[in-house]
């Protein structure tokens, strides 16, 4: 169905892709992972023919293969309507209608129009075709699923949010029934229950599809093979199996080449200490006699000395030989000498969020975090999550309650979309205006967040969303925050970053309290629940609990 075969890609002496092959076959799901910068929105963009390759080929199979791309944002032209977006043939068609009233006028003159006749033939012909594939209610199906269904389909597209925007862009692609779909990214801004419907639409779709998504679950649930680009070789792997299976196999390839890399530096050590032992034993005996037939001997030994050595240089030049394992991209953060903190760390008693006492978002909320623990906040989107993270920080009122932090407790805010940045200061400015630390001690200090060089100097405005996460991260860190309060902080890290996220998360001595849509992260990382329920905000152990609790038969509110 695709074939892409040795695909380079250069833009002017930069090096992008090099040499890429892959195959998707008929009904296979493919995810094509990679860190950020790695070339998976450009190789997407190269195979949907909107940017050209520098070497290599992209073949479909039938050529005129009906494609569904999906990019990373949709741009629609000022003024149109969810049904322009959703129903491009909408508009043909009315076209198309008032071209056959006008054929049709021109027919009713005496004599009949030949011209006319064969015109009118070829628009009617037109029309049916187009209206065979014109499908109304697949596509209001499509966006309940996606969780657009309260969107009326004469809303001007322009007031839409970003979320709204791509799972609109989304469901236009669903909906046009390609063969092979091309998603980039398509997991962001979807919420549990979204996720979990394109999931089950995936399942039983009868074309092949070629997923960049930074969502392990979702990549588990989907994907039967995984491409996986180096960014380092510029190349791509291919693994068989879902992202566990491919976690698996790289691990198994990295600890065999670790031991292997180990039997190495230890037969290099025994080499050289032969050597050296022989050689000293040579030395020893023609220093310790003047007998002709001794130093004859101790000259044979060095001689010995001299081929070991030889042995040596060639073990070390040998092509075979294995280098040491390289570490995958990775995000290293150290939390470290955090203040302690009360037992119990936030306490809402009788919390109403919202922007009206008329219509709160989340009320009745009674609700304890206590020192050490990891609550995932889950919901649908538009529940009011962020609105209750924002309440917690002192953002926004709360209309009826209190917010009750304990003793000590000091809130670090990630805002999901980094709007506490100033997009004119650098890395080094940001940390260096919440730490008392020095220029030095504070670029060593963002090293670990992976800003090396002048990379500390560039403008946050100019920094990618991945960037902009981990420098809000590094601020946390420098400010000394024992309670993390985040809003979807891995939604638009990599693969990679997300599992360096973890880590640091696992590791951290702090409270944490994230909403977060990444089912993978959720179940590695939360201690505990708290989920928008009827209204409110309940606790539950896990999602399991909360899963058992909504049942899988409500679709407005089934997260797990």
């Known amino acids: 169905m695709l ?15 090099k040499d890429v092959s892959f195959i998707v076959n008929p009904g296979e799901r493919v995810g094509l992972i990679g860190p950020n910068g790695c070339g998976k929105t450009t190789l997407l963009r190269i195979i949907a023919g909107e940017e050209q390759l520098s070497a290599g080929s992209v073949q479909f199979t039938p050529p005129d293969l009906h494609i569904g791309y999906l990019p990373q944002g949709m741009e629609p032209s000022p003024g ?5 977006v959703l129903y491009p043939q909408a508009r043909q068609l009315d076209a198309l209608e008032a071209e056959l009233v006008r054929l049709g006028e021109r027919l009713a003159d005496e004599p009949p129009d030949r011209a006319a006749m064969d015109a009118y033939n070829a628009v009617l012909a037109q029309i049916e075709r187009i209206a065979a594939a014109y499908q109304p209610a697949g596509g209001e199906v499509i966006l309940a699923g996606l969780g657009l269904g309260a969107v009326g389909l004469e809303t001007p597209v322009d007031i839409l949010s970003g979320g709204q925007k791509t ?29 979990e419907w394109l999931e089950g639409w995936l399942a039983g779709f009868q074309g092949a599809a070629l997923i ?22 510029m190349t791509a792997q291919v693994y068989t199996g879902n992202y566990s299976a491919y976690i698996d196999a790289v691990t198994r390839a990295h600890e065999k080449q670790r031991s292997r890399y180990r039997d190495q530096i230890a037969e290099i050590a025994r080499l050289k ?26 000259k044979k030994v060095a001689r010995r000395a001299k081929a070991k050595e030889k042995r040596l240089e060639r073990y070390l030049q040998d092509d075979a030989r294995v280098e040491k394992p390289k570490l995958s991209w990775q995000l290293k953060l150290d939390f470290a000498d955090l203040p302690s903190s009360s037992r119990e760390v936030l306490r809402l008693e009788g919390l109403a969020v919202g922007y009206s006492a008329a219509a709160p978002l989340l009320q009745d909320i009674n609700l304890t975090i206590r020192a050490g623990e990891r609550i995932a906040l889950l919901g649908p989107n538009g529940c009011g999550k962020t609105t209750l993270l924002r309440t917690i920080i002192g953002e926004i009122p709360a209309l009826v309650g209190h917010v009750r932090p304990g003793a000590s407790v000091r809130m670090g805010y990630l805002a999901q979309e980094q709007e506490v940045l100033d997009p004119s200061a650098n890395a080094l400015s940001t940390v260096l205006d919440v730490a008392a ?7 060593s200090f963002l090293h670990y967040f992976l800003f090396a060089g002048d990379d500390v100097f560039i403008p946050v405005g100019e920094l990618s969303y991945g960037e902009r996460a981990r420098l809000m991260l590094a601020r946390m860190v420098a400010q000394g925050c024992n309670l993390l309060i985040l809003d979807e902080p891995i939604n638009h890290l990599d693969v990679p970053s997300r599992e360096r996220f973890e880590q640091a998360m696992t590791a951290y001595d702090g409270t944490v309290l994230a909403v977060v849509h990444d089912r993978y992260f959720v179940d590695r990382f939360a201690t505990a629940i708290w989920a928008a329920v009827g209204g409110s905000v309940r606790r539950f152990v896990d999602r399991a609990e909360y899963q058992k609790v909504q049942g899988y038969g409500d679709s407005e509110h089934h997260l797990a």
């Open 3 to 17: 074939t892409v075969n040795q695909i380079t890609k250069r833009y002017g002496d930069q090096l992008i892709l």
């Open 80 to 84: 149109m309507t969810v049904r322009d």
């Open 167 to 195: 799972r609109l862009g989304l469901a236009r692609v669903l909906l046009a029934d390609p063969r092979l779909l091309l998603l980039d990214e398509p997991t962001n801004h979807l919420d549990i229950t979204a996720l």
């Open 212 to 233: 960049v998504s930074h969502d392990r679950a979702f990549l588990d649930h989907t994907v039967n093979r995984i491409v996986a680009l180096d960014p380092v070789e």
């Open 273 to 298: 200490h032969d050597v050296q032992q022989t050689m000293a034993r040579a030395v020893r005996k023609e220093k310790a006699t003047k007998d002709s037939t001794q130093r004859r001997y101790a």
């Open 437 to 443: 630390m020095s220029e030095t001690d504070a670029r």
